[in-house]
């Protein structure tokens, strides 16, 4: 059964590319060559340019401009008055041969007031903080807050996510994410200090042909952010601490390594991403395999199309 636009009489639409089940509301103008797509709800006192491209069931509250270069994907929220930008460097009666392209991904949410640079990419399902300034682009599922944004957690309750209560003395602990396990590193202590140690193809589960230290990272940055297609790891945080967010595509988790004897496993095709570093921390990762850049995956959507494959 056909479910037409609703268009307010005080709107000025002339683009034809409108889905079904769409409302666009009181003083809102969309340009000739702008989509939009179904059940999309275009809250009044919008601007919509011509290369916008908006999915399906998106919301766009009051008071949003959308500029040339505006992509946003479907189920996507931009909350009232977020400041979008396309020139990093305006001038009157100036403009650039081409506006770079600033994309929310699937199931993004920008809260109220924030203001986004152009050209970056706000990952799917990430959370952007009311009033954040965002200057570059944003995880997957990731929340950032502040003035220049920083992430400062990930979505809980979003594609299965939750914490891990890491009170468990066995090991190897299986996490609920792919195959990624918690292990627990033999320790030992007396008057003269403590050592932990790890044998390889007994603690660690594969032959080890390299590893490699991550140490002296700003608090407010995030590391990892990708996947391998064969390569597993194997991550021991021997001093301070640093958050790490496992993802198989399907569920997350986020696993504190805060100290020497905890181990964590990552097999490969586990999206994998580290944050939250103390001022001290010293992240050591073993590998089962030389460098090799074509093992990277470094686009998520990529990553998913590809989990969604093994079963």
């Not at 590319?17 to 409302?23: L, Y």
């Not at 002296?216 to 194997?234: L, S, T, Y």
């Not at 991550?235 to 790490?244: F, H, R, T």
Request: charged share 20%; glycine share 10%.
């Amino acid at each position: 059964m056909s479910n037409p636009a609703f268009i307010h009489a005080s709107a000025d639409v002339q683009s034809s590319s409108i889905g079904e089940g769409t409302r666009v509301w009181q003083y809102v103008v969309v340009l000739p060559k702008a989509t939009i797509g179904r059940d999309v709800n275009l809250c009044s006192h919008c601007l919509v340019e011509n290369d916008v491209v908006i999915g399906d069931r998106v919301t766009v509250k009051s008071g949003v401009y959308l500029w040339d270069g505006i992509h946003i994907e479907d189920d996507a929220f931009i909350g009232p008055n977020v400041t979008f930008t396309n020139d990093k460097f305006p001038r009157s009666k100036a403009y650039p041969e081409a506006f770079p392209q600033t994309r929310i991904e699937k199931g993004a949410s920008v809260g109220g007031g924030a203001v986004l640079l152009p050209g970056i990419t706000i990952g799917a399902g990430a959370m952007i903080g009311a009033g954040a300034v965002v200057t570059k682009s944003v995880p997957p599922f990731a929340i950032v807050v502040g003035s220049p944004a920083r992430v400062t957690g990930y979505v809980e309750g979003a594609a299965g996510a939750d914490r891990l209560a890491e009170t468990a003395t066995e090991s190897p602990v299986p996490i609920g994410v792919g195959g990624v396990c918690l292990y627990r590193l033999k320790r030992f202590g007396d008057s003269r200090g403590a050592l932990t140690v790890g044998e390889f193809n007994r603690d660690i589960p594969f032959e080890v042909k390299r590893y490699f230290a991550i140490f002296d990272v700003p608090a407010e940055k995030v590391r990892g952010e990708h996947a391998h297609r064969a390569c597993h790891q194997f991550l021991v945080c021997i001093k301070g601490s640093c958050a790490v967010v496992v993802d198989d595509g399907k569920s997350r988790r986020e696993i504190l390594l805060d100290a020497p004897e905890k181990g964590l496993h990552l097999p490969p095709l586990t999206w994998g991403t580290q944050y939250k570093y103390s001022p001290d921390a010293v992240l050591l990762v073993f590998t089962s395999d030389f460098y090799d850049k074509d093992d990277y995956i470094t686009d998520y959507a990529t990553f998913l199309g590809m989990t969604a494959t093994v079963s």
